[in-house]
């Protein structure tokens, strides 16, 4: 069901692409977009782990640290190759997964999480960031950025139309204008959130069992929820998707634009 609703969203992503292009016309202008915005994500989707790595100070480590030779079992588990493993310098408990394909990705986790989380807990952690890694999820999370930035240019594109003029129909549809400059963007961070939503219940899923278990994982998500509360991780809300848990506050509660589903649900569908 997860997947199903992720080629439903990218669909619905590619078809606001559409909509947007057939109400303001130029399709010259929505090709030039569309090349940019590949052109972007492709540079993001190769080298993107090595930035985020740097830009969290991660290090390397090999068989002489635990998470290691965690992560090398519960990769037998997932028959997948062995990521990289690294250690990530900050006490809130957290951990991601990149790279572009399982021949080439990294696992990271932070000392925090490390500390806080019981060997069954960070087990769950890990296989859950091994999911990501066999589902594609690097891959999926590309081709949505790449088709949510489009809606973005086509959007700046009508606001430069505006402010410019242009043809006699465009000053014309001047409210045309006007709604794809404001609801397009929205639209586009709306489903590009529900993406990421159903890649963390498809991930928590596959993770239960890749570790044998769920109850390791779903213990582990309550306690890093609780100590993010008194420890709150410093981290660039462009990544932010790629954390098992939310790293920036959310003391507003869950939104449409989360990134994360809600703990307690994530819990609910685990266990049940």
């Not at 997860?2 to 292009?21: A, C, D, M």
């Not at 990149?98 to 500390?115: C, K, Q, S």
């Not at 109850?215 to 998500?221: I, K, P, Q």
């Not at 660039?236 to 634009?257: E, Y």
């Amino acid at each position: 069901m997860n997947n199903f609703k992720t080629v439903l969203l990218l669909g619905g992503l590619s078809g606001l692409v559409l909509v947007i292009g057939g109400s303001l016309g130029g399709q010259v202008g929505l090709l030039l977009a569309l090349v940019f915005a590949i052109a972007m994500n492709f540079g993001s989707y190769w080298f993107s782990d090595k930035i985020v790595l740097r830009m969290y100070r991660a290090r390397e480590v090999d068989r002489d640290h635990k998470l290691y030779r965690m992560t090398e079992d519960l990769a037998q588990n997932a028959g997948l190759p062995m990521p990289r493993v690294y250690i990530i310098p900050d006490d809130s408990p957290n951990a991601f997964a990149t790279g572009r394909n399982p021949e080439h990705a990294a696992v990271a986790a932070t000392e925090g999480l490390i500390r806080n989380l019981n060997s069954q807990e960070l087990a769950g952690v890990m296989a859950h960031e091994l999911a990501h890694i066999r589902n594609y999820d690097i891959l999926i999370s590309s081709i949505a950025a790449t088709l949510a930035a489009v809606i973005m240019m086509v959007a700046q594109m009508a606001q430069y139309a505006m402010i410019f003029g242009g043809g006699g129909d465009r000053r014309n549809n001047i409210f045309v204008l006007l709604a794809t400059l404001i609801l397009s963007p929205i639209a586009a961070m709306l489903i590009q959130s529900a993406i990421s939503r159903s890649r963390e219940f498809e991930a928590d899923k596959t993770g239960a069992e890749i570790a044998g278990t769920p109850r390791g994982l779903a213990s582990a998500l309550v306690r890093i929820e609780n100590l993010h509360e008194k420890v709150p991780m410093d981290a660039n809300p462009a990544t932010a998707h790629m954390f098992i848990m939310m790293p920036i506050s959310r003391k507003g509660g869950m939104s449409l634009f989360s990134t994360h589903p809600p703990t307690q649900e994530r819990v609910r569908r685990l266990i049940h």
